[in-house]
């Protein structure tokens, strides 16, 4: 297969991956909307289970860690965008994640960053740091909720990262149980929330289906990163799906009636760069 179509597939996975995001950053009740998104996720979960044999016993704390990490992004996903702008939030949050790898690589395993990655370093802390900026003054509480948010996708990148290689070539098995226990606390959560599981899907239809769909958004766009990850090096798929930051900010801008500006655009295309370059270099 030749790689234009597949490069094309990556590119549509990060505006799928943007869309969703801007979804729930529209929706005027986030956290319900979690919790719908968490059912197909949960479904695509179960039915992983039942085709996959069981992930070898070494890596069930790695599947509890990563479940627990990807719940602690859903609440902070759901803080950020509540105090902050997509177009400021997203990009922070995407950035953030492969400085903060590189950062766990260089103590963890004594993987000192080459030059490239060194300017993508750069590239990240200068964009991000432009993009906290209002004037001269740090935009209020969105930009630490935008870090912590990155933060816990380097946390549980990182943990899977690990488990996938210790499963022994089970690696989808590995992701189905840890996408489980993430999805059904989360999904729990907001039954009991909403008074019971019927509770949940008492709203207005277009409002269900936009919330499931946004669910199924989210399972695509990965479903296409794990495709493409069989035709193109992990380094190269990974730096075309930084462009969902890009994406981002013009989804703010043409939906969400976010102002855009010559700063912000900088800042987003110095995250974006920086974190391709950290990634081509690996």
Known sequence: ??????????????LM???????????PDRVWQVGMMAVPQGLAAVAGIVWLPLPPVQVWPLILLSAGAQVAYTAALIRAYRVGEFGQIYPIARGISPLLISGAALLLAGEWPTAMAAWGIVGICAGILTLALR????????????????????????????????SNGNGFGYLAWA???????VIGAVAKWRGGWRGMFIAPRR??????????VAQCAYAMVVFALQYLPMGVVSALR?????????????????KL?????????????GAVLIKLSA
């Open 135 to 166: 004037g001269r003054r740090f935009s209020g509480d969105s930009v630490p909720a935008a870090l912590l948010t990155g933060v816990f996708i380097a946390a549980y990148t990182i943990v899977d990262g690990f488990g996938v290689r210790l």
């Open 242 to 258: 930084e462009s969902s930051a890009i994406i981002a900010v013009l989804l703010g801008w043409l939906f969400l009636r976010e």
């Open 17 to 27: 991956h943007a869309t969703w995001n801007a979804f729930l950053h529209a929706s």
């Open 179 to 185: 996408y489980l226990f993430a999805s059904v606390p």
């Open 1 to 14: 297969m030749t790689t234009t179509p597949i490069v094309l597939l990556v590119l549509l996975s990060a």
């Open 207 to 216: 409002r269900v289906a936009e919330a499931l769909g946004a669910g199924i």
């Open 261 to 273: 500006n010559a700063r912000r655009l900088v800042a987003c295309g110095l995250v974006v760069g």
